[in-house]
């Protein structure tokens, strides 16, 4: 890092096709303020399975589950009612109705967001909750999917495909990994009737 260097990406946004930049902090690493639309993140290190590394994009579309957008918002809700500061509180409170407004929104937006990671460019960061979640994005010839977190080693957690059905499913998969029944130790989750 030099002095008055600014790191920063730039690209449109799949959705909205407006300018996005994203500037490197070393508090927060790469953020985007795109309100409204979509969140993004990078992805510097790629996964690796084994010996084996995959090349992915760089940027990733942040998709989170209404699982994770809830346990967000239970996070706030216990931070807004312990803040004394009626200006903060205020704040946490808009934040929380912003995140309210957010739930039912990653379903809807699949069959777009397959069409943004067609290319290459861009992939899926879908965010299930409780630090598991799943990378999806377009290889040279398929759809891969890998999970990650809590979730890495996951039976189902690997998908290489060429179906966007598939994907699809699999998608739908690490959106409602935790509204079925677990059990510890055993098959965490019955698979979701696709």
């Not at 205020?90 to 934040?95: D, H, N, Q």
């Amino acid at each position: 890092m030099q002095t008055g260097f600014e790191p920063k990406i730039v690209f449109l946004c799949p959705l909205c096709h407006k300018d996005v930049e994203m500037v490197y902090s070393r508090s927060e690493g790469w953020a985007a303020d795109h309100g409204g639309c979509l969140n993004f993140s990078v992805i510097r290190k790629p996964p690796t399975i084994g010996e084996r590394e995959f090349k992915t994009p760089l940027v990733f579309i942040d998709l989170e589950s209404d699982f994770a957008i809830r346990e967000a918002i239970d996070g706030l809700r216990s931070l807004a009612a312990e803040e004394a500061d009626s200006s903060k509180r205020s704040k946490i409170e808009a934040g929380i109705r912003r995140l309210e407004s957010k739930i039912g929104f990653a379903e809807k937006r699949i069959p777009q967001l397959l069409e943004a990671i067609r290319s290459g460019t861009y992939g899926i960061r879908i965010v299930s909750g409780r630090s598991a979640g799943a990378l999806v994005w377009r290889g040279e010839e398929k759809f891969i999917g890998i999970s990650y977190g809590q979730a890495q080693n996951e039976e189902g957690g690997m998908i290489l495909t060429s179906q966007e059905e598939e994907t699809k499913g699999f998608i739908l998969k690490w959106l409602h990994y935790w509204d079925g029944a677990k059990i510890v130790g055993k098959k965490p989750f019955p698979q979701p009737d696709l």
